[in-house]
């Protein structure tokens, strides 16, 4: 069966330093990848999503970035993490190839920056 | 906007009432999903359903799609204190492999024991 791992689940950072969240996904290969963050209270907003190794598509511009240097792995990443970035990060994945397909996600990252 | 929009924003029912929640869109769609999240936690996958569907049922669940209207509805039938959750339609469309989902605002469901 899969299964996806995202750690760490919580996080405070202060502001202007680095973030990394990680993200792995077990029992499938070629998955698409997804990075989501949610307000509180709020929808998901997709902000990254990757169909391939390398392969990194961004939804909206923002002060985050994503790599994925295994076919496996998704990273989230910030250089100089903004108050605004805090809030809920969920990563997810689905088959990939194919329409129509189920989004599994992880339990998620909150992440405050103070 | 792709974007799914939820409807009642917030429910409150007694255990063993059903609960309807309802969710519009703005343009066309491959498929419709429903997801259900815990507090703080991920989502979790309740159903889908294509735009060729009009119903589709999963135990006490059950979904209407009505392309023309651009809306679903989630039903559920005879809700237990367990079902206290927000959840979240999602529309998916393809223009990519990758096919994006779009997620509204949710509803969040509240069953009083």
């Known amino acids: 069966s899969q299964t996806i791992h995202q750690w760490p689940a919580t996080l405070v950072q202060p502001v202007g330093s680095p973030l990394s969240l990680e993200c792995t996904v077990e029992?499938?290969?070629?998955?698409?990848l997804y990075w989501y963050r949610q307000a509180a209270g709020r929808g998901l907003q997709l902000l990254f999503y990757?169909?391939?190794?390398?392969?990194i598509s961004s939804e909206v511009p923002q002060n985050l970035s994503a790599s994925r240097p295994q076919d496996r792995q998704f990273i989230l990443s910030s250089k100089k993490l903004l108050l605004s970035d805090s809030g809920f990060y969920l990563c997810?994945?689905?088959?990939?190839?194919?329409?129509?397909?189920?989004?599994?996600f992880g339990e998620g990252s909150w992440l405050t920056v103070v | 906007s792709q974007q799914g929009e939820e409807d009642p924003q917030a429910l409150s029912i007694q255990e063993g009432e059903n609960a309807t929640m309802n969710c519009s869109y703005k343009?066309?769609?491959?498929?419709l999903q429903w997801y259900r999240q815990n507090s703080g936690r991920g989502l979790v996958h309740l159903i889908l359903?294509?735009?060729?569907?009009r119903e589709k049922h999963s135990g006490r669940l059950r979904v209407t799609l009505d392309t023309s209207k651009k809306s679903s509805s989630l039903l559920i039938t005879a809700s237990r204190a367990a079902d206290t959750a927000s959840y979240f339609c999602?529309?998916?469309?393809?223009?990519?492999?990758?096919?994006?989902?779009?997620f509204g605002d949710g509803t969040t469901l509240t069953v009083k024991p």
């Open positions: 997810a994945w689905s088959r990939g190839g194919s329409s129509g397909n189920t989004i599994y």
């Open positions: 029992g499938t290969s070629n998955p698409n």
């Open positions: 343009t066309s769609i491959n498929n």
């Open positions: 359903i294509r735009s060729n569907e």
């Open positions: 990757s169909v391939g190794i390398g392969q």
């Open positions: 999602a529309t998916v469309y393809y223009n990519t492999n990758a096919g994006k989902s779009t």
